[in-house]
């Protein structure tokens, strides 16, 4: 509330991890035997069920306006790979392949984006509410491939096994 624009670039920077690592997921598994069936993203900013679709809302706001595959998304990818990403991997890849450039990386956030978005919309909300249970067909983790955003509250941060989870953006107090 004190800082929505220092907020909008947080959740850009999570948006940016999450795909620039399932891209590094789609490397992995071109170029070994590594298979990674669900890549996950959490976002959760309230116990409000109320406040899960504005915060869904904006999520859907930045990522159609991200850009991931054009000059200016390749742009932030890239910084953020080049500064946090390649100096984990080379000091923690326990010799899973690492990109040995950005440039070999580009293709595989195309794969990734089409992974993220089969079903078009990548946001899924978890919460109690009747309506949002009924969309959560697409969760099954023991069905189908899951590749989501999710954004909920209490029932994804307790109790609730968030299967290839990568990327947690959790922004609320805690008592």
């Known amino acids: 509330d004190t800082d929505p624009v220092g907020r909008i670039e947080e959740?850009?920077?999570?948006?940016?991890?999450?795909?620039l690592s399932g891209a590094i997921k789609k490397y992995r598994e071109s170029k070994s035997d590594l298979r990674y069936r669900h890549h996950t993203m959490l976002v959760h900013e309230s116990v409000k069920k109320g406040d899960h679709a504005d915060t869904a809302a904006d999520v859907r706001s930045l990522w159609s306006k991200a850009k991931f595959n054009s000059a200016e998304g390749f742009?932030?990818?890239?910084?953020?790979?080049?500064?946090?990403?390649?100096?984990?991997?080379?000091a923690r890849s326990a010799g899973a392949p690492v990109p040995e450039s950005f440039e070999a990386l580009k293709p595989f956030i195309g794969e990734a984006?089409?992974?993220?978005?089969?079903?078009?919309?990548?946001?899924?909300?978890?919460?109690?509410?009747?309506?949002?249970?009924?969309?959560?067909?697409?969760?099954?983790?023991?069905?189908?491939?899951?590749w989501r955003?999710?954004?909920?509250?209490t029932?994804?941060?307790?109790?609730?096994?968030?299967?290839?989870?990568?990327v947690s953006y959790?922004?609320?107090?805690a008592g």
Do not use: H
């Open 113 to 146: 984006l089409a992974e993220i978005t089969i079903d078009g919309d990548p946001v899924l909300i978890v919460n109690s509410d009747k309506e949002i249970q009924a969309q959560q067909k697409k969760l099954d983790f023991e069905a189908d491939k899951v």
């Open 170 to 173: 959790f922004r609320r107090k």
């Open 149 to 153: 955003i999710l954004v909920g509250g």
């Open 155 to 166: 029932q994804l941060s307790r109790g609730f096994t968030v299967e290839g989870l990568t």
């Open 11 to 19: 959740l850009q920077e999570a948006l940016d991890a999450w795909v």
């Open 75 to 90: 742009t932030r990818l890239k910084k953020l790979y080049a500064n946090d990403f390649r100096p984990v991997m080379d």
